[in-house]
């Protein structure tokens, strides 16, 4: 008995003994790729070659009891699959890692199948489970971003994998990555910053063979068909709004597509992997606002208006935003009230543009600016001689794009709204407002 206890006693100090940190792999000075954007990478402190059988029965084992049935990796063995070297990283056992908790956390597995039925899944030790993540568009790929639950100074992740006939059931695995989790905001910022061109699809638009005639670009400019070819109706775009970030064509290259922000489900698509917001609240938070946010960043509103206006340019186009609403959007149209759904539609705001002494008003024909936005090409305005269109970017955001008949051009746009505080508010119960001048110089 003695014996017995004593090789007991040594077991485990040979676990406390494996759980100290290993020397750091030295970085190669790369990054945690995301398309648009570069994390730091966060080393492994440590690494185990875990046998199947420990998971078997059961999810719940803990990390100590995991570790306990585990090979430690030496240092060499840690190094290859952090910097990555497929060759050596061939293991028919699951591989678990253990990393410093930076908070909100991203793992992503990069490696091959050894059999077209085996899958690949990330687990993340909660404090209760191995809590499982998986991309069912990408086996080859498995991006997980998660909150470490155990309130401890490590984090656990286990590379599993599954399903595999036999004698083709190994890991395969090309490289492993660890990094915080840089938030919603930086990634949006970042990508603004980088990508070439930024499209905004607003919800009405659920796939991209319904694409309106002209695309609200937040940076850049491209027409819809160069954008309906790049996606080719991919599905993870259908949801609700979504931002696309694009790197311009080099060369003969075509365009290139960094990511895909679906604003409804809060995640991050793109070769990366997929990449989800890791403390994301269904309930708590309207994806429809992002829109009406990303203006508000561009122009705040005045203390004494409810609405901002903007100019910007994008090749020989001007382009005019207008975002109605201080802290919340305001409806773009006359919302109905009825059972049947046929009252409201007419516009609740107007462009009044002046050129040397020639005045025109422009705004959405048809209920709710079906008939303008239906248009396959631009109007034209002969009075001050340029083609005009409107683009509807979501709730409280619209836009007017003016292209020149000839260059230079100078102009002068202000907006005429009427913000309603309510859904059951009627125009003629609102007060109206009329934003300032902006210039809008073509040259």
Known sequence: MKHSMSRIAMKFAAVAVSMLPLPAPT??????????????????????????????????????????????????ELRRFVHGDPEATVTSEHA??????????????????????????????NGKTWNPYLEPTNATVQLATFVDASSTDSVFVLVQQYNGTRDHDRLLTERIEFARYP??????????????????????????????????????????????VLLADDPRIRSGPALVFLRSAQGERPLELLAVFDATQRKWFGPHGTLEEPTFDSASEDPHDLRFALARRTAAAAEDRESTLTFDRAGNLGIVELAIGRTEPCALFVPSITRSGRDGGDPLFRFEVRRDDDVVIL????????DS????????CAELGFDY??????????????????????AEVRAVVTPLAGRFERPKDAATETTPYVPVNLE
């Not at 077209?116 to 899944?121: D, G, L, S």
């Not at 239906?374 to 034209?380: E, I, M, N, P």
Request: a neutral charge; aromatic letters at 8%; charged letters at 20%.
């Open 363 to 370: 705004e959405p024909e048809g209920r709710f600016g079906a």
């Open 373 to 380: 936005l239906r248009r396959r090409g631009l109007a034209t």
């Open 183 to 228: 938030g919603r905001q930086s990634l949006i910022d970042a990508g603004l910053a980088h990508a070439d061109v930024v499209v905004h699809l607003d919800p009405g638009r659920r796939s991209s063979n319904e694409l309106p005639p002209i695309l609200d670009c937040l940076k850049g400019w491209m027409e819809p068909e160069s954008l309906r």
């Open 27 to 76: 970085p190669r000075g790369d990054t945690f790729e995301l398309g648009i954007f570069q994390a730091e990478l966060v080393p492994p402190t440590a690494g185990y070659f875990v046998p199947p059988g420990v998971l078997r029965d059961s999810f719940s084992v803990s990390p100590e009891s995991v570790i306990a049935a585990a090979r430690p990796m030496t240092a060499d």
């Open 389 to 410: 269109g409107f683009v509807l970017c979501g709730t409280g955001v619209v836009k007017l794009v003016i292209r020149p008949h000839a260059i230079p051009f100078d």
């Open 96 to 125: 678990l890692f253990v990393y410093p908790n930076v908070g909100d956390c991203m793992f992503r597995w990069r490696g091959a199948l050894d059999c077209a039925q085996q899958r690949v899944i990330v687990r993340v030790w």
